[in-house]
């Protein structure tokens, strides 16, 4: 008994290292009661956890930055990883000179001391940015989660994130754009076709095969072998994260949102190590049963009718939608 014991505590901390998808604090939520409990009850309590909802559970779909979603995006032609600070991100944006000058002309200056503003907008109204969207509101979470669907063929995901250690959350903008500053992250070009289509599979055994497969060609680029030099593959893809409740423009404070950066790590594939991010938050993944979510949807809209979703990603359509119904001619 005492070794099995021993086997199945090595088994625990091997899922605790190796876990890429949160699914160390993955729980079920079957009933709607279920999730009034742990969702709604500590929200209305006013316990600061931060939410986010994905339309399906899939292991494809990883907390992942929309600018790593495609990431050779921040790629030149020519090659093969970019180590992505902020004079590169600067660099990455600058080709898009339209875009630019649409923050420049509207909103400010853009320059690597005052970078969070303009990568708050992008995320928003340019759709790339290294941050996260979260929100302070569980019923924004639904909105883009359920996507006013009337039928549902798969469950549907819940994030929840609480802060553990205070210095990794900041409302001051100046600490924002310091952190902004100090970003580092090194971006690998996608694995070959055959390489890719060998490791087809998302468990971690092919994790772990597409990091080597990204280690051995990171150490071929002697630029960024000090990057990296006496680090183990886990320290090395496992990001730091911070949180930022710096509400820069319309759609964020509509939305009530927040950011979660994560920092300091170098991008393989489309997953990365949690650990580094677990010690510091507590998240959860919360599985919600397909078959409450009609149930869910009647709730946000009784409660939240203003995060429909098909007015979520526009104020002023949704402010519009509210006058139409109170002066209906």
């Known amino acids: 008994m005492k070794k099995f014991n021993k086997l199945y505590d090595l088994a625990g901390k091997l899922e605790d290292e190796l876990d890429f998808d949160f699914r160390a604090q993955s729980q079920r939520i079957d009933s709607f009661q279920e999730f009034y409990e742990n969702i709604i009850v500590p929200y209305a309590h006013g316990d600061r956890i931060y939410f986010r909802g994905e339309r399906i559970r899939s292991i494809d779909r990883p907390l992942l930055p929309s600018i790593f979603r495609h990431r050779n ?7 093969n ?9 600067l660099y990455f944006y600058n080709k898009y000179p339209e875009y630019t000058d649409v923050f420049k002309k509207t909103i400010g200056g853009l320059s690597e001391d005052n970078l969070y503003p303009f990568l708050s907008f992008s995320q928003h109204y340019f759709g790339l940015s290294p941050l996260i969207d979260l929100t302070k509101n569980p019923f924004v979470s639904l909105s883009f989660a359920l996507k006013n669907r009337t039928e549902y063929d798969e469950d549907i995901l819940f994030y929840t994130v609480e802060i553990k250690d205070e210095n990794d959350y900041t409302t001051h903008s100046h600490i924002a754009n310091e952190w902004m500053k100090n970003y580092n992250v090194i971006v690998l070009r996608e694995a070959p076709t055959n390489a890719t289509d060998a490791l087809k599979e998302y468990s971690k055994e092919s994790l772990l095969k597409r990091k080597e497969y990204g280690k051995e060609n990171l150490l071929k680029n002697k630029d960024l072998i000090e990057e990296i030099k006496g680090r183990s593959i886990f320290e090395i893809s496992a990001p730091t994260a911070k949180l930022i409740d710096v509400p820069t423009n319309d759609l964020m404070r509509f939305q009530q949102g927040v950011f979660l950066l994560l920092d300091d790590f170098t991008i393989f594939g489309n997953g990365y190590l949690t650990k580094k991010i677990r010690d510091d938050f507590a998240i959860k993944k919360w599985i919600i049963n397909k078959d409450i979510c009609p149930e869910l949807l009647d709730y946000q809209k009784q409660k939240a009718p203003y995060y429909d979703y098909d007015t979520i990603t526009d104020l002023s359509k949704a402010v519009g939608k509210i006058k139409k119904n109170y002066f209906r001619m």
């Open 73 to 79: 995006i921040v790629l030149d032609d020519d090659e």
């Open 81 to 89: 990883f970019a180590q992505l600070d902020a004079q590169r991100l």
